[in-house]
């Protein structure tokens, strides 16, 4: 049996070798300011004080107290009247004296009604129980109200980001091969 030589041929791939780690990323959100200024509202109250008035001028003029000008105006109204009386007074102490029928003392009671009767002269008001008028005017209070309010600021923050790298590494860890190994020749013939 006749053998043809062979060629043998071995082959070797190549092999790569990867060395990688991961990147890291780390991420912080800080959170937003945020700023609150608050104004309070203002109430401002005040009362003014009311008014009372109190005339009691009637009662002083029923006390015969009252103003000069009416006192003297009273008066001077009264003296017609008085005058009157007073002449009819005596007009009838005349006429008692002149009634010399009577058995009393005619001169004994003009003398005691000179000396105890005065005329009447009527310079004060009329007396009642109405004679003090009082008023009172109240006041309304003052409101001033100055509104309050609430001033907001907010400011969003940027996150905050850190990158580190990873890393990749290509490598030959076995390079690709080609052998051919001729066969043997025999050289004898």
């Given at each position: 049996m006749v053998t043809f030589p062979q060629i043998e041929i071995r082959q070797q791939?190549?092999?790569?070798?990867?060395?990688?780690d991961h990147a890291k990323i780390e991420q912080e959100q800080p959170k937003a300011t945020f700023e609150m200024r608050r104004t309070a509202p203002k109430l401002e109250m005040s009362q003014p004080l009311g008014e009372l008035n109190i005339d009691q001028s009637k009662a002083w003029?029923?006390?015969g107290r009252g103003g000069i000008l009416t006192t003297m105006n009273r008066i001077y109204?009264?003296?017609?009247?008085?005058?009157?009386?007073g002449i009819a007074r005596?007009?009838?102490?005349?006429?008692?004296?002149?009634?010399?029928?009577?058995?009393?003392?005619?001169?004994?009671?003009?003398?005691?009604?000179?000396?105890?009767?005065?005329?009447?002269?009527?310079?004060?008001g009329p007396a009642s129980y109405d004679n003090v008028d009082i008023t009172y005017t109240a006041r309304k209070p003052e409101i001033?109200?100055?509104d309050g309010h609430i001033d907001l600021t907010t400011h969003p923050?940027?996150?905050?980001?850190?990158?580190?790298?990873?890393?990749?590494?290509?490598?030959?860890?076995?390079?690709?091969n080609v052998e051919i190994i001729p066969p043997v020749i025999d050289q004898k013939i």
């Amino acid at each position: 049996m006749v053998t043809f030589p062979q060629i043998e041929i071995r082959q070797q791939y190549a092999k790569l070798g990867i060395d990688a780690d991961h990147a890291k990323i780390e991420q912080e959100q800080p959170k937003a300011t945020f700023e609150m200024r608050r104004t309070a509202p203002k109430l401002e109250m005040s009362q003014p004080l009311g008014e009372l008035n109190i005339d009691q001028s009637k009662a002083w003029d029923a006390y015969g107290r009252g103003g000069i000008l009416t006192t003297m105006n009273r008066i001077y109204s009264e003296a017609e009247n008085v005058a009157l009386q007073g002449i009819a007074r005596i007009v009838e102490r005349g006429n008692r004296l002149a009634d010399i029928t009577s058995k009393r003392n005619a001169i004994v009671e003009n003398a005691m009604e000179l000396v105890f009767t005065f005329p009447e002269l009527r310079y004060e008001g009329p007396a009642s129980y109405d004679n003090v008028d009082i008023t009172y005017t109240a006041r309304k209070p003052e409101i001033h109200v100055t509104d309050g309010h609430i001033d907001l600021t907010t400011h969003p923050n940027p996150p905050e980001l850190r990158f580190q790298r990873g890393k990749l590494e290509m490598y030959m860890m076995q390079h690709a091969n080609v052998e051919i190994i001729p066969p043997v020749i025999d050289q004898k013939i």
